[in-house]
């Protein structure tokens, strides 16, 4: 997968149906193409405050927000190549800083059992945020992704996520890929990436197929859906 850990970039959502999907990946085919990697799982474990301050912080769609998570891709081992990530969000800018760990090492360092040997700048910010927030494991999410990048100068990235899933239990990644589904089989989230404006073609295809961008946040709206259900579960 990618190894590069800084990024900063402009993102937009897009919930797309399988059919608007099909047309649109036909429609971008003379400008991006498919990674090596095809389809492929990415794991993820959201860490939060007690209380959920950081999520609920984002819902509110503050100027500033924050988060971090634990990312694998697919199902790990104690010693599968892992990302802690700190990705945040400021005036419509995100930016993602993120270390390479063995999964054991991050959970540990994640759970303040142990401080790994590595000792970067972006290790560094993670112990910052660790110390700021303590912040403790509440979710496991994953999904299916083909992720595009621009075959010419525009520099655009994209990911088209599926079948995203969910559990509030059992969260540790060693325990298996599985969980609740967040939305129907035929929904998929475009996320569009890129340095600056977007190029002409790009908000044309948009603009053809009739695609708007949305506020979509895959651990916010888990969060609303679980909040909700516990809600159900005490009136009844």
Same mark, same amino acid.
């Given at each position: 997968?990618?190894?590069?850990?800084?990024?900063?970039?402009?993102?937009k959502?897009?919930?797309?149906?399988?059919?608007?999907?099909? #047309?649109?990946? &036909?429609a971008?085919?003379?400008?991006?193409?498919?990674?090596?990697?095809?389809?492929?799982?990415?794991?993820?474990?959201?860490?939060? =405050?007690?209380? $959920?301050?950081?999520?609920?912080?984002s819902?509110? #769609?503050?100027?500033?927000?924050?988060?971090?998570?634990?990312?694998?891709?697919? =199902?790990?081992?104690? &010693?599968?190549?892992?990302?802690?990530e700190?990705?945040?969000?400021?005036?419509?800018?995100?930016?993602?800083?993120?270390?390479?760990?063995?999964?054991d090492?991050?959970?540990?360092?994640?759970?303040?059992?142990?401080?790994?040997?590595?000792?970067?700048? !972006?290790?560094?910010?993670?112990d910052?945020?660790?110390?700021?927030?303590?912040?403790?494991?509440?979710?496991?999410?994953?999904?299916?992704?083909?992720?595009?990048? +621009?075959?010419?100068?525009?520099?655009v990235?994209? =990911? !088209?996520?599926?079948?995203?899933? $969910?559990?509030?239990d059992?969260i540790?990644?060693?325990?298996?890929?599985y969980?609740?589904?967040?939305?129907?089989?035929?929904?998929?989230?475009?996320?569009?990436?890129?340095?600056?404006?977007?190029?002409?073609?790009?908000?044309? !295809?948009?603009?053809?197929?009739?695609?708007?961008?949305?506020s979509? +946040?895959k651990?916010?709206?888990?969060?609303?859906?679980?909040?909700?259900?516990?809600?159900?579960?005490?009136?009844?």
């Amino acid at each position: 997968m990618a190894t590069e850990m800084v990024f900063k970039r402009v993102e937009k959502k897009y919930l797309i149906d399988k059919s608007t999907y099909d #047309k649109f990946i &036909e429609a971008i085919d003379p400008y991006m193409q498919m990674d090596q990697y095809g389809l492929h799982t990415i794991c993820n474990i959201y860490f939060d =405050t007690d209380d $959920y301050e950081l999520v609920s912080r984002s819902i509110e #769609k503050p100027v500033y927000k924050e988060k971090i998570r634990l990312r694998c891709y697919g =199902t790990p081992s104690k &010693e599968s190549a892992s990302f802690i990530e700190i990705k945040k969000k400021f005036k419509g800018i995100v930016y993602k800083r993120r270390e390479e760990f063995t999964y054991d090492e991050a959970k540990r360092f994640m759970l303040g059992k142990e401080h790994p040997s590595k000792d970067s700048q !972006i290790t560094k910010e993670i112990d910052y945020f660790l110390d700021f927030y303590n912040p403790v494991a509440k979710l496991y999410l994953a999904y299916d992704r083909e992720a595009f990048f +621009s075959t010419n100068e525009d520099m655009v990235r994209m =990911t !088209i996520d599926r079948n995203i899933r $969910y559990r509030e239990d059992e969260i540790d990644m060693i325990n298996g890929d599985y969980g609740e589904r967040l939305f129907d089989d035929d929904l998929r989230l475009l996320e569009i990436k890129v340095a600056d404006a977007f190029p002409l073609w790009l908000t044309s !295809i948009l603009t053809e197929l009739k695609i708007y961008p949305t506020s979509f +946040s895959k651990y916010g709206n888990i969060y609303k859906k679980c909040n909700d259900e516990r809600r159900n579960i005490n009136v009844v």
